[in-house]
T-cell receptor, first 110, second 111 residues
Framework: DVKVTQSSRYLVKRTGEKVFLECVQD?????MFWYRQDPGLGLRLIYF???????EKGDIPEGYSVSREKKERFSLILESASTNQTSMYLC?????????FGPGTRLTVT | QKEVEQNSGPLSVPEGAIASLNCTYS??????FFWYRQYSGKSPELIMS??SNGDKEDGRFTAQLNKASQYVSLLIRDSQPSDSATYLC???????????WGAGTKLIIKP
């Protein structure tokens, strides 16, 4: 079974803090993705990576950065958290059409 | 106009009936379409993909695609309470192969 794990299920941070969300997959997938999911808006792609050290912006990259130093690990970084970044963050790995998701991190920024 | 639109629901269907979920998309050149299911508090999982006009059946699920009308649907026959979930429609954007997601339709199967 494909397994995608995320570092935290719930996270509460203060405005202005630097936030790291980590994702690990065990299926040797080339592609990894970071989405956020908000009610009424669906999943929106923040960044994806198609290889180690390679990344591409998704539809909403502003305020986020990513890091992929090893194939199995993809990190999402909020340089200075803001309240409008309160959301559910989902990591996925796989192909562009068949994606396997982690359990999600619900981030609250106060 | 959103790239992928779904009725948010909830859609309430009696157990044993057919549930019909609909999705429209704006990119005329899209070729690949997907249905994911998301249980409450869980992550999405792929249940169907469809690439050609017409119907594609997999067990109790049938995906239907009409590219001329830019319309894709999911039918669930003999609906079970375990089918209660949010169903997400995803369309692959041809320009960069990324998935564009609808906001999902919440389906409730009433025993």
């Amino acid at each position: 079974d494909v397994k995608v794990t995320q570092s935290s299920r719930y996270l509460v941070k203060r405005t202005g803090e630097k936030v790291f969300l980590e994702c690990v997959q065990d299926m040797d997938h080339e592609n990894m993705f970071w989405y956020r999911q908000d009610p009424g808006l669906g999943l929106r792609l923040i960044y994806f990576s198609y290889d180690v050290k390679m990344k591409e912006k998704g539809d909403i990259p502003e305020g986020y950065s990513v890091s992929r130093e090893k194939k199995e690990r993809f990190s999402l970084i909020l340089e200075s958290a803001s309240t409008n970044q309160t959301s559910m963050y989902l990591c996925a790995s796989g192909t562009h059409y068949e994606q396997y998701f982690g359990p999600g991190t619900r981030l609250t920024v106060t | 106009q959103k790239e992928v639109e779904q009725n948010s629901g909830p859609l309430s269907v009696p157990e044993g009936a057919i549930a019909s979920l609909n999705c429209t998309y704006s990119d005329r050149v899209s070729q690949s379409f997907f249905w994911y299911r998301q249980y409450s508090g869980k992550s999405p999982e792929l249940i169907m993909s469809i690439y050609s006009n017409g119907d594609k059946e997999d067990g109790r699920f049938t995906a239907q695609l009409n590219k001329a009308s830019q319309y894709v649907s999911l039918l669930i026959r003999d609906s079970q309470p375990s089918d209660s979930a949010t169903y997400l429609c995803a369309v692959q954007r041809e320009s960069n192969y990324q998935l564009i997601w609808g906001a999902g339709t919440k389906l409730i199967i009433k025993p």
